[in-house]
């Protein structure tokens, strides 16, 4: 039975979790080279203790079951705190499991894995969850157009060496996902939407670390060589795949929108220039209003987009909560991604200029919104693409008919 948790309730137990700005302190030190990448404590404690790990973990696997929203949500807060934690890569991760439980076939069925499709590894499926839900372990995702993996023919197994499960092995070359130096599994999307767990640390996986604008978001480029992979789920398609990835895309530079706006509108009531505040300027409070008014415009696509997400997300019964979410999400998703990409990146460009020569030093954090405003922008591609792709898939209806 699902736990009943509002999203007021989430919300106010995790921005207490970040309150104390122990979250952009760890992307300092990761910047500074202090430290590789997030650490293990804080995230078995946002993970283990608050219980962020099996939010969407169904209950039985240990976990709350809830909804992408307050998955959402949770990635949000992360995002507005510049956290390094692998909040959205994990939770992405689950989303996708508990889609693909569907099987749905595409009808571009593989004919090499296409038998595979009723003997999902039940067994794989139990270790992500619970290790997740009760070890506080991370899932790595690689869900990006240029993470495509193509199973070819005579690549799969019915049943892997050591007996876990129907799979294939692959080989694949991705530039960069994110979160995988670290992860205890990596997540890939079949161009035929089947989907796949690999182990990062096995033999034939090699990672190697690129640069990122983001220095709290680790990225790795990951070279598979016949890798074993073990069938774990199967979405309708790849872009459906990408689509929920967009949604928590966007729902963390919401979060960072969010926070730029708030740390700017603060700190124009507190300077104090000429014997009055620097926010009774025009120059500054009509930029900043002009901020407010693109956050609200994209929490209100992101709310759109989630609800979708959700209505493709089964629940404790297998069924969908009304609707199903996968005729709308592919124009919701590329929306709320497009608003909350324009509202990040120029909120955090806001806050820089509003807090003057310091906003521009090293020493002051609003380098670390900026950068991940601008990092999270990248992999979305231009908000102008996104447009056109949600125009091409039917979005000016759906605006139509919600007014």
């Known amino acids: 039975m699902t736990v009943e948790l509002s999203v007021h309730e989430l919300r106010a137990a995790v921005e207490e979790f970040f309150a104390d700005?122990?979250?952009?302190?760890?992307?300092?030190?990761?910047?500074?080279?202090?430290?590789?990448r997030w650490d293990d404590r804080r995230w078995g404690l946002l993970s283990g203790d608050l219980g962020v790990g099996g939010l969407v973990v169904p209950p039985g696997f240990g976990g709350l079951g809830l909804s992408a929203h307050h998955a959402a949500v949770v990635v949000e807060i992360a995002g507005g705190a510049v956290s390094p934690a692998p909040v959205r890569s994990t939770l992405l991760g689950l989303l996708l499991l508990?889609?693909?439980?569907?099987?749905?076939?595409?009808?571009?069925?593989?004919?090499?894995?296409?038998?595979?499709?009723?003997a999902v590894s039940a067994e794989m499926v139990r270790e992500l969850y619970v290790g997740v839900a009760e070890r506080s372990e991370v899932v790595a995702v690689a869900v990006r157009p240029g993470d495509a993996v193509?199973?070819?023919?005579g690549d799969a197994v019915a049943v892997l060496d050591g007996g876990s499960g129907p799979g294939v092995r692959v080989s694949a070359d991705l530039p960069a996902v994110p979160d995988v130096i670290g992860a205890h599994h990596l997540l890939l999307v079949a161009d035929d939407g089947h989907l796949l767990r690999v182990d990062p640390c096995g033999t034939g996986c090699r990672l190697e670390s690129v640069a990122s604008m983001d220095p709290g978001r680790g990225h790795a480029r990951?070279?598979?060589?016949?890798?074993?992979?073990?069938?774990?789920?199967?979405?309708?398609?790849?872009?459906?795949?990408?689509?929920?990835?967009?949604?928590?895309v966007a729902a963390e530079q919401l979060g960072v929108a969010r926070a730029c706006a708030r740390a700017g509108a603060a700190y124009a009531r507190e300077r104090v220039q000429f014997g009055r505040?620097?926010?009774?300027?025009?120059?500054?409070?009509?930029?900043?209003?002009?901020?407010?008014?693109?956050?609200?415009?994209?929490?209100?696509?992101a709310q759109r987009a989630v609800a979708a997400a959700d209505r493709c997300i089964p629940d404790d019964s297998g069924g969908l909560q009304g609707p199903d979410g996968t005729e709308t999400l592919p124009a919701w998703a590329p929306l709320a991604a497009a608003a909350a990409a324009r509202a990040a990146t120029a909120g955090a460009a806001t806050l820089v200029?509003?807090?003057?020569?310091?906003?521009?030093?090293?020493?002051?954090?609003?380098?670390?919104?900026?950068?991940?405003?601008?990092?999270?922008?990248?992999?979305?591609?231009?908000?102008?693409?996104?447009?056109?792709?949600?125009?091409?898939r039917g979005a000016v209806g759906l605006v139509r008919a919600v007014g």
Do not use: Y
């Open 21 to 36: 700005g122990t979250a952009v302190s760890e992307t300092r030190a990761i910047a500074d080279g202090v430290a590789d």
């Open 150 to 153: 193509a199973v070819r023919p």
């Open 353 to 392: 200029q509003v807090l003057g020569g310091i906003g521009f030093t090293w020493e002051h954090d609003a380098q670390f919104w900026f950068r991940r405003s601008r990092a999270l922008g990248a992999w979305e591609g231009p908000p102008e693409r996104l447009d056109e792709q949600a125009v091409r």
């Open 277 to 301: 505040p620097i926010g009774v300027n025009q120059a500054i409070s009509h930029r900043l209003a002009t901020d407010v008014v693109a956050v609200e415009k994209a929490s209100a696509l």
């Open 98 to 118: 508990r889609a693909g439980g569907r099987g749905r076939a595409s009808s571009g069925a593989s004919p090499s894995i296409d038998c595979l499709t009723d």
């Open 222 to 248: 990951v070279l598979l060589d016949h890798v074993r992979a073990t069938v774990v789920g199967r979405m309708s398609s790849r872009s459906h795949a990408a689509d929920l990835a967009s949604v928590l």
